[in-house]
């Protein structure tokens, strides 16, 4: 278990709304996202809502191009919607400047993609230790602090390695710690086990629902896997622009109206 706490982030102003009771952790209203094509107009999203409750752990599946990279994109800051609002942490997102956009990222989002993204030349531990280093923690606590991850995702002897001397399940353990570092709230994975083994795929899962609940992360994972989605809190088809609920999922945590 990590001991080490990361410096804060400086502080930055950002738009917010005013505090609710248990807010929840996402929430999205009337989201459309329209691209200007050589054909025409694509609209991806046709007033999308979605409603993400602290702690919950939300898949999100559907057919390639429907949009989900998408979304998980406008939900970290990454992109802007065309219309609608997206709250993240009470943080309206949607209006951030790149400058806020970014502080966001760094203090409130993990992000984990398919392909681990490491930077080839630096070790494991350098990988990890990135995030703080870019928010100015100092090199040394920076350092100890990704020693703390990567040991609780078992790695602590891959330290010095660099990611092309790591199997593939061990360079998305590195990412995942890369992720997590600066203790974020939220985790948004993108096909986190999409380029692994069935077995590897499994194990790499069963540290994302660890690192899930002893941290207190509200995840979410867009993913192809239905067993993988099975054994999220909830699990979401994206499909006409739209989200919906799979039947075969339990629904935790729904409101009326909203997924």
């Not at 949009?67 to 970290?76: A, V």
């Not at 219309?83 to 949607?94: K, L």
């Not at 993990?110 to 870019?134: D, I, K, R, S």
């Not at 590897?200 to 540290?207: E, G, K, P």
Request: hydrophobic share 40%.
């Amino acid at each position: 278990m990590m001991q080490t706490t990361p410096a804060a982030a400086s502080p930055t102003s950002h738009p917010t709304r005013e505090p609710e009771l248990r807010a929840p952790m996402v929430e999205v209203n009337g989201l459309k996202k329209t691209y200007q094509t050589a054909r025409g107009e694509l609209n991806l999203f046709q007033n999308l809502n979605l409603q993400v409750e602290t702690g919950e752990m939300v898949a999100i599946v559907g057919q390639s191009g429907a949009g989900k990279s998408t979304l998980l994109h406008i939900l970290g800051a990454l992109d802007a919607p065309s219309a609608g609002t997206v709250y993240c942490a009470s943080i309206d997102v949607a209006h951030l400047s790149p400058r806020e956009a970014a502080a966001f990222r760094n203090r409130e989002i993990g992000y984990v993609w398919q392909f681990h993204y490491l930077l080839p030349e630096f070790t494991a531990q350098e990988n990890v230790a990135m995030p703080l280093l870019a928010r100015g923690t100092q090199k040394r606590e920076a350092f100890a602090v990704a020693a703390n991850w990567l040991r609780e995702v078992g790695l602590e002897d891959r330290a010095s390695h660099r990611p092309g001397e790591l199997s593939g399940g061990e360079q998305q353990r590195v990412a995942l710690s890369r992720a997590l570092v600066s203790n974020p709230r939220l985790l948004l994975a993108d096909e986190p086990t999409g380029d692994l083994d069935e077995i590897t795929a499994s194990r790499v899962f069963d540290l994302i629902e660890r690192l899930h609940a002893d941290h207190g992360l509200t995840s979410i994972l867009v993913t192809h896997n239905p067993d993988l989605a099975a054994r999220c809190t909830r699990a979401l088809r994206l499909e006409g622009g739209r989200l919906a609920n799979l039947e075969s999922t339990p629904q935790v945590g729904l409101q009326a109206g909203t997924v």
